[in-house]
């Protein structure tokens, strides 16, 4: 048996040389010496051969350490390269090439499209609008940016007027075959990435892949009942994807502002009204507003304690996808008065003075305790 290469040599690279160094390098040699490429050359057969057996130990961090200090012997036998077998060529070539390919390369004989086609990425934005809003649903416009097809090429890749042609190296198949010992391999095609064809002349304007980022306006259609945090989905809004991959979609958080005086409690609404003691004693009717600034009429019973609850049914929120709507609750907040003229005052103490007879002159915690 000769006696076998220097890895180094092989590589065409220094005994010193770095790891991007030797995988450029290698990248380089494999291309130079693939199979596909020198059809029934067995000097470039050998030599695609010894590149990549090079670049198995010398991109592999221990195995070059046993290669440098032991030389072929270190990394050969049970132990060693051949151990592992060459099997490993495609793992090897993957790894190396597959960034080159955008990811798609281990796809290309999976189940899925031989195009690599991709849909785009979903996108999330959001928005902000009023109770008011919430209520009556709205047409609201939604400006932003996605990737969408190219104005210069109209996505095809290829500057306006030329064409693609047939890829040479595959000769449109999108895949190259090669035979290294016993085993046959398929990659796809490194230089129309599995599409059968490349451009005459790629587009400048996007240089390759067709999109580039587009301001977009669209009206999302909120529907009457939403509550803040719900998310509303836009089919085909999203990131234009490649190949022919579709569009993601959009998706809107929406968010509802709190009010100044409506609280809301699901699809109910509350509002805090004051009303002077005497009419919580004795009763009556008072104006409140909805959430439309209508004014509605509410009844206080006689003798509302402070926080009493007057439900107004249908006077709330409407039910999100449902008819209907849910109700208003009016809180009943008894307003003590601070400035009292002299009249007023007069008054109110000849109503204590009364109520202290009426029971009897006992106190509150005299008729607890009695
Ligand atoms: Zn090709
Ligand atoms: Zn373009």
Redo the contacts with the bound molecule.
């Keep these: 048996m000769p006696e076998k290469e220097d890895y180094y040599k092989i590589l065409e690279v220094a005994k010193n040389a770095t790891g991007a160094e030797i995988k450029s390098s290698y990248r380089r040699l494999a291309m130079k010496y693939h199979p596909d490429r020198n059809p029934g050359n067995k000097e470039s057969e050998e030599k695609f051969k010894s590149v990549n057996e090079a670049f198995s130990v010398l991109s592999d961090e221990e195995k070059r350490g046993l290669y440098d200090s032991y030389g072929h012997e270190g990394v050969s036998g049970a132990s060693g390269f051949h151990g592992g077998g060459f099997a490993d060529i495609n793992d090897i070539f993957s790894s190396v090439f597959g960034d080159v390919f955008g990811g798609s390369f281990s796809n290309a004989f999976g189940g899925r499209t031989r195009s690599g086609a991709q849909r785009g990425a979903d996108l999330k934005l959001d928005i902000e609008i009023t109770l008011e809003e919430a209520f009556t649903g709205l047409d609201s416009p939604v400006e932003y940016s996605a990737m969408d097809a ?1 104005q ?2 109209g996505g095809t ?1 290829a500057q306006p007027g030329t064409r693609s042609k047939t890829c040479p190296t595959c000769r449109g198949s999108g895949v190259v075959q090669f035979s290294q010992g016993f085993f046959s391999m398929r990659q796809m095609c490194p230089d129309c990435a599995g599409q059968g064809t490349v451009l005459e002349h790629p ?1 400048k ?2 240089k390759g892949g ?1 999109r ?1 980022k587009t301001k977009k306006t669209i009206t999302v259609k909120v529907p009457a009942g939403i509550r803040s945090g719900m998310t509303l989905r836009v089919a085909n809004a999203g990131d234009l994807g490649l190949k022919g991959g579709g569009y993601g979609d959009l998706y809107i958080e929406v968010h509802v502002r709190e009010h100044k005086i409506f609280e809301r409690a699901e699809d109910d609404l509350i509002l805090r009204v004051p009303v002077s003691f005497a009419t919580a004693a004795l009763g009556g009717k008072i104006k409140a507003p909805n959430i439309l600034k209508e004014t509605l009429e509410v009844t206080v019973p006689k003798g509302s304690p402070h926080g009493t609850v007057v439900k107004i049914s249908g006077a709330g929120m409407p039910k999100l996808g449902k008819k209907g709507f849910g109700d208003l609750n009016v809180i009943i907040l008894i307003d003590v008065p601070k400035n009292l003229t002299s009249r007023q005052k007069e008054l109110l103490e000849a109503f204590e003075k009364e109520s202290s007879e009426a029971d009897g002159g006992k106190s509150f915690f005299e008729k607890i305790f009695k």
């Design positions: 190219c210069e090429c890749d587009c304007k996007c067709g580039q």
